[in-house]
């Protein structure tokens, strides 16, 4: 251990936070560019530990560890590998992106704002470094409190941010108990909280009954943070309410953390079971997949439209982890096939965290103009903000699986993984792509951006007063999109940056089971 | 030589005077004034203890010396917080000063 | 001369970057883009032009086996998936045409869209970019070793299609004259029907293409052929066909969307709405080519299926080509628009493709699709220049005040507004005569070499087999949608060249300028001389060029269909019959008419003008259901089911915390808890009384005690 990348990587965005309490709440200016600056440094360290990752190895990396609490035998233990490195990337790139684009569009109360949002940061980086469980726990519980209250506080009142933040907060907290009993559990019987070290030894062997509880506790949680069907209807609310940035947060990070869940400790856990329950999660994958996508459909709310698509999105992810987890067999064509799937999985949520989290930027954008979300307010938009439409075209596109952007590499993998080891469910998955793609045309592009545009409607909804920034996208929010764009063509067009280090890891970690 | 019970009956003479002067008066500056004399019968008996009891030593002049110092900054405190008392209640009379009341 | 194979790469990419350049920096000037954008193309067309020549000469070697240049693109699992550039005989033989007629669509492009012109196209820049990136799809998609690179190439595709379908699906400024409101409307419903449809197909081929990745763990073209892998293939059964026919079956699927057969066609005569210069980049040159190119690229896949087990993959793609051929030309009788006519024209003609691969043979369809390539971008550019001319007739007479009443209505594609242009755009007349003459297979123009390949190969699979099979179906079809083909072709060219004016914008009609009519002048030349490519009596060229490049397989063979001058004589008369009778029974029709064939076929004119009413059987039996199922299904979730139960799991939560609330309030606050307070409350209310906030009262109650303490300690 000789630079503790993950410590500072994880707890500068706390100091930040400590600090920019302390500047007097007058200050806005100071509070909004300071915290701006601070999430950076995590930001820079992230992209330099991904440098310095060794990519042919697939374990794990830049580990840390100390004692922690002695009397429970919890550790401090850190460590990265290819399936967390792009994930901490992502949120620390989402977190500058959405704190610059708040400093431009928070008004009130910013000073508490910035505190909560960089805490938050803190949260969500260590649930995706962490080793031990106990302090993952920890972690994942913190994130919680500040997403609830910036739904709850900065939320649109007309949404009802306060039961949609309640929401959140207890459909989260139920699963986050069901999971904390399964851990007691497993640490009953092995006697460690190293997640690395219960992987390896295979908790709960002896008592298949607790085990099966064990699994669905943990399972339960996961699934929501995900959110698989039917636990998802926090989602579509939270989103509504949320500030922008705040949905941002909560679809491109905090729905990564069940994913990211379900990869570093359900899996390597439990994999027999999983392997045994697979035929069923399978078959929630796929009502989340086309129900999602069919809900999505029949939204005429922009913002819940793409809450909803999350969950299809999701559903993809799903798939391609139930796929990997369908066998247990490591020989060569089915390992190739299983790292692929999970390969894809992880893609598909980086790239979900990237595309969707554009989306919701893309709906602030809209929004701090019109303040509505009404579909059938807009119309013809293309030739009032040709800017905006091109963007949305290309963050859309890359939603629905275009060949060339990032949706469709992940989407690949997970099919061609699918379909080697479930066919079936995956002829079936396919019908959501061309869901997929009728939502967002139909929905998306045709009623905002195609037709006649009409004068008198857009001055029903935009009022010039309260608007002081350019009609067609402003600066600020160019410059927000231009790194998710980036990265949707990057992916698109070369993964192999991207997918070199998940490869390894999803090859190591399937390997290892 | 006067005999030392002869001082005694003068302080103990001196006490009570001043603590009639402090339970009775309605003035406060009155109540700061028993004190003082309360005080000062304090340090006759110290000056006369020492004279009569333990005169190679210097404690009782010293104590003596001791409470006249205390009593002087007693005095100043006490009449500050009467000024203050003063100006933000408009009287000295301490049975309307009983904002404590239950 | 092979120094040309490591420019290959370059030929997707001019075009690619001509866009992106457009796009980001040059969308502004319009002249420099579309420049930019031709310039791109041209460039595109001299690198393809060496290729095809370095083919050429290279021989055989290069023309069967190919030339390959692979790139590690994608690691998998314990594998690397390579994409890359490929190209043989087949590959040279498109990027001959492609590149090429994209070209000439450009330059007419620009003269189309007015540049320079008051009533120039406020989207001028953008409409290059977009064919650029089309131009850059299709070019991919022929030079592609792999399926992978191939299908991105064919999604870019179907993005531009749906960008430039709905070109015109949004209004722009109020200066826009020729956009109306209800052409905004239908380009917008035409580039979602457009791009939704072919998605269907899409899906199906992005299925294949997984399968097909799962079981081989390679999509380059050269490795999936082998012979041993289509056997380890064939060899695996799945929903009870061997997998090699499911992935087969699967492609097709994508290629009937992308290539408009029945009955995913639906899109392409509403792709109409679109630019005409797009139709015609559409019909010609890309998309529509690209379902073909896919079925032809992927040949041993549907042959292996067809010899290892029986399986129907090849004989679904004659059948569904013989359907489509003649199923579109009969549509094609009954339309007004100039342009849907073509339409029709196209997916019928797409089907002659389809027949000719599914009876096997790789050079009658390829060789049909290159000669429709010229001739089909010469008449859909020939139509262009026409509703060119149109409108500005209409403008004439708008200016000169004579304007006629039914003029609300009037839309310059209407073939029955027309009549005796051939006086008036005579630059125009004769290229599209020489389109009509190819497409309708007179002797010795490119379709009648391209079209007989396919009716003969189909003739001599007839009576090889002696029986009435499928060869003889398809042969029947072939030859009736010949004869259809004439008979719209004739009604067409007589409505719109002959008779006489049957509008004001018809009479004040005149020329398109150069830069349109020059393209359409070099296409004619290759719709008069384009057969010879393939013609019999030269020794059949393309045969050689290109026929091999499926041998590595083992299954495809390619042999050469001898002239039969029965079949060819047939089509010849039955085209020379229909075409003159369409001429002869349209030359004299006036303007209000009942047209001829609607009084001769009453109810069934009725039922090919609605295109067999298959749009409303879809809209009726998939769109509808699925958006109700949407509704539904959202109903479900947020009204009826889930979030109820959700909300009630809360709500239980809540009467309980309620009933909690109550026993607590009720027993253990009052009872107990609060009882303890109150107890201590009325007796602190009683202690209290002693404060009385008199400082002299407790300085007499210290002193009372310090002597009550005092007599304590004195007296016990």
Redesign the interface.
């Known amino acids: 251990m000789d630079f503790p990348f993950l410590t500072l990587i994880t707890f500068i965005p706390l100091v930040g936070a400590i600090i920019a309490s302390l500047i007097p709440g007058d200050r806005e200016r100071e509070i909004k560019w300071f915290s701006v600056f601070v999430s950076l440094i995590p930001l820079v360290l992230s992209i330099v530990m991904w440098a310095l990752y060794v990519q042919t190895d697939g374990g794990m990396q830049f580990m840390e560890e100390a004692v922690w609490i002695p009397t429970l035998n919890a550790y401090y233990r850190m460590g990265v590998d290819g399936i967390s490195i792009p994930l901490v990337f992502l949120t620390t790139l989402l977190t500058t992106l959405s704190l610059f684009y708040s400093a431009y569009t928070i008004k009130k109360r910013v000073k508490e704002f910035f505190v909560l949002f960089l805490m938050l940061e803190m949260g969500m980086i260590g649930v995706f470094l962490s080793l031990d469980l106990v302090l993952f726990y920890v972690f994942w519980e913190i994130g919680l409190v500040p997403m609830f209250l910036l739904i709850g506080i900065w939320g649109q009142p007309k949404d009802r941010p306060q039961y949609s933040a309640i929401?959140f907060f207890?459909?989260t907290l139920v699963g986050s108990v069901a999971m904390l009993l399964a851990f007691i559990a497993i640490f009953l019987t092995t006697g460690t909280w190293n997640i690395l070290e219960i992987s390896s030894l295979g908790p709960l062997a002896d008592s298949p009954a607790l085990a099966v509880a064990a699994f669905w506790g943990i399972f339960l949680a996961f699934a929501i943070k995900v959110p698989m069907?039917?636990f998802?209807?926090?989602l579509?609310d939270a989103h509504t309410a949320a500030p922008t940035a705040g949905s941002v947060i909560l679809a491109g990070v905090l729905l990564k953390l069940g994913g990211y869940g379900f990869i570093r400790i359900l899996l390597p856990f439990f994999p027999a079971l999983f392997k045994q329950f697979a035929p069923f999660i399978g078959v929630i994958a796929l009502i989340s997949m086309i129900?999602g996508a069919?809900?999505?459909?029949?939204?005429w709310d922009l913002k819940r439209l793409i809450a909803y698509s999350s969950v299809s999105h999701m559903g993809y992810f799903t798939l391609g982890l139930v796929a990997a987890a369908a066998t247990l067999d490591v020989s060569?064509?089915l390992?190739?096939?299983?790292?692929?799937a999970l390969?894809g999985a992880v893609l598909q949520m980086f790239n979900h965290g990237i595309i969707t989290g554009g989306l919701f930027f893309l709906v602030g954008v809209i929004y701090e103009r019109t303040h509505t979300r009404d579909l059938k307010a807009f119309g013809?938009l293309?030739?009032k903000l040709p800017v905006y439409y091109?963007v949305m075209m290309m963050t859309g596109?890359a939603s629905l699986g275009?060949?060339?952007l990032a949706g469709?590499?992940s989407e690949?993998?997970v099919?061609?993984?699918?379909?080697?080891i479930m066919?079936t469910y995956?002829?079936i998955g396919?019908?959501a792509?061309?869901?997929t793609?009728?939502y967002i045309?139909?929905k998306i592009i045709?009623y905002v951006?195609?037709?006649?545009?009409s004068e008198e409607k857009w001055r029903a909804i935009f009022d010039p007063e309260h608007w002081h920034f350019s009609l067609d996208m402003a600066r600020f929010e160019v410059i927000t999109m231009a790194p998710l764009l980036f990265f949707m063509l990057l992916v698109g067009v070369?993964?192999?940056p991207i997918?070199?280090v998940i490869?390894?890891a999803?090859?190591a970690i399937l390997g290892s089971l | 030589m006067i005999p030392l019970y002869w001082w005694l009956v003068v302080a103990a003479a001196l006490f009570c005077i001043g603590l009639y002067g402090v339970l009775s008066r309605k003035n406060a500056i009155g109540v700061l004034m028993g004190i003082e004399l309360m005080l000062n019968a304090v340090n006759v008996n110290l000056v006369a203890f020492w004279r009569y009891v333990t005169p190679q030593t210097l404690t009782g002049q010293v104590f003596a010396i001791f409470v006249i110092t205390v009593a002087a900054a007693e005095a100043a405190v006490g009449l500050a917080i009467i000024i203050a008392a003063y100006r933000r209640r408009d009287t000295v009379i301490v049975d309307e000063l009983d904002i404590m009341r239950w | 001369m092979e120094f040309f194979f490591n420019l290959v790469p370059l030929i997707p990419l001019i075009p690619l970057l001509a866009f992106a350049a457009i796009v980001l920096f040059t969308h502004r000037n319009n002249r420099l883009s579309s420049n930019i954008a031709i310039g791109g193309i041209a460039l595109s067309t001299l690198v393809s032009w060496g290729v095809v020549l370095a083919t050429i000469l290279a021989g055989e070697h290069v023309q069967v086996e190919g030339w390959e240049l692979p790139i590690p693109w994608l690691p998998t699992g314990t594998t690397v998936f390579n994409t890359g550039f490929a190209v043989d005989g087949f590959t040279a033989a498109m990027l001959f045409m492609v590149p090429f007629v994209c070209t000439m669509i450009f330059i007419y492009s620009q003269g189309y869209m007015n540049l320079g012109q008051p009533n120039q196209d406020p989207r001028y820049a953008r409409f290059f970019a977009y064919i650029s990136l089309f131009a850059a799809g299709m070019l991919g998609l022929v030079v592609a070793d792999n399926l992978l690179l191939l299908f991105i190439s064919w999604e870019v595709m179907g993005l531009c299609s749906y960008l430039l379908i709905g070109f015109w699906s949004f209004r722009d400024r109020d200066n826009e004259q020729h956009i109306d409101e209800a052409q905004v409307k239908r380009a917008r419903a035409a580039a979602l029907k457009a791009f939704i449809t072919t998605r269907v197909g899409d899906v199906l081929l992005f299925s294949g293409l997984a399968l097909l990745f799962s079981y081989t763990g390679t999509l380059t073209f050269r490795e999936i052929f082998r012979p041993d892998m289509l056997e380890h293939l064939g060899s695996i059964s799945l929903l009870g066909m061997p997998a090699v026919t499911v992935i087969a079956l699967l492609a097709f699927g994508g290629a009937v969307g992308k290539s408009a057969q029945f009955p995913l066609h639906v899109w392409l005569p509403d792709a109409m709405e679109g630019p005409t210069p797009v139709s015609a980049l559409i019909h010609a040159a890309t998309m529509v080519a690209a379902g073909v190119y896919l079925v032809a690229r992927m040949l041993p896949l549907f042959v292996a299926g067809f010899e290892t087990a029986n399986a129907p993959a090849l004989q679904w793609v004659a059948v569904i080509g013989a359907i489509t051929a003649f199923f579109g030309a009969t549509i094609g009788l009954a339309q007004d628009d100039i342009k849907r006519v073509l339409a029709y024209s196209t997916i019928s003609q797409l089907g002659y493709m389809m027949m000719g691969l599914g009876l096997g043979s790789l050079v009658a369809g390829i060789f049909h699709l290159l000669t429709h390539a010229f001739f089909k971008a010469l008449l859909f550019l020939g139509s262009g220049s026409v509703i060119h001319g149109m409108e500005h007739g209409h403008h004439a007479a708008g200016a000169h005040g004579q304007t006629s009443q039914h003029d609300d209505g009037f839309s310059a594609n209407d073939m029955k507004t027309m009549g005796g242009l051939r006086h008036k755009m005579p630059r125009t007349f004769w290229p599209y005569m020489a389109g009509t003459l190819a497409l309708v297979g007179i002797v010795p123009f490119a379709g009648f070499w391209s079209k007989d390949e396919i009716l003969a190969e189909a003739f001599q699979r007839w009576q090889e087999s002696g029986a009435l099979g499928l060869p003889f179906w398809v042969w029947l079809a072939g030859t009736l949608g010949a004869l259809i083909t004439a008979l719209y072709m004739g009604r067409q060219i007589a409505l719109v060249f002959w008779g006489e004016p049957r509008h004001e914008a018809a009479t004040h009609a005149h020329e398109s300028p150069n830069s349109m009519t020059g393209p359409l002048m070099v296409l004619a030349v290759f719709a008069l001389i384009g057969g010879l490519a393939n013609a019999p009596f030269l020794g059949s060229p393309l045969h050689h060029f290109m026929g091999g490049v499926h041998e590595a397989s083992e299954v495809v063979h390619s042999a050469t269909v001898s002239f039969n001058f029965a079949v060819a004589g047939l089509s010849t008369v039955v085209a020379l019959l229909g075409l003159l009778g369409g001429w002869a029974i349209y030359r004299n029709y006036r303007a209000g008419e009942v047209e001829p064939f609607q009084r001769w076929l009453g109810p069934i004119f009725t039922l090919l003008r609605n295109k067999y009413y298959v749009d409303e059987l879809y809209q009726l039996v998939i769109i509808r259901p699925v958006v109700w199922l949407a509704d539904q299904v959202f109903n479900f979730d947020n009204r009826w089911v889930v979030d109820p139960l959700v909300n009630l799991v809360g709500a239980v939560g809540r009467a309980a915390a309620d009933i909690s609330l109550l026993f607590d309030k009720v027993a253990v606050d009052s009872g107990l808890v609060e009882g303890t307070a109150k107890a201590f409350n009325a007796f602190g209310g009683w202690l209290r009384q002693t404060q009385t906030g008199r400082v002299q009262n407790y300085l007499l109650v210290v002193a009372v005690t310090v002597l009550m303490l005092l007599g304590l300690y004195l007296y016990l």
Not at chain 1, 415 to 420: K, L, Q, V
Request: hydrophobic share 55%; net charge positive; glycine share 8%.
């Open positions: 929401k207890l459909y069907w039917p998802h209807t926090w579509p129900y069919l809900v999505s459909m029949a939204q060569d064509p390992l190739t096939s299983r790292a692929i390969s013809g293309s030739a091109g596109l275009l060949p060339g469709f590499i690949l993998l099919f061609r993984g699918a379909f080697h066919p995956a002829i396919v019908i792509i061309v869901l793609a009728a045309l139909w045709q951006f195609l037709g006649e545009f070369y993964p192999a997918l070199n490869n390894a999803s090859t």
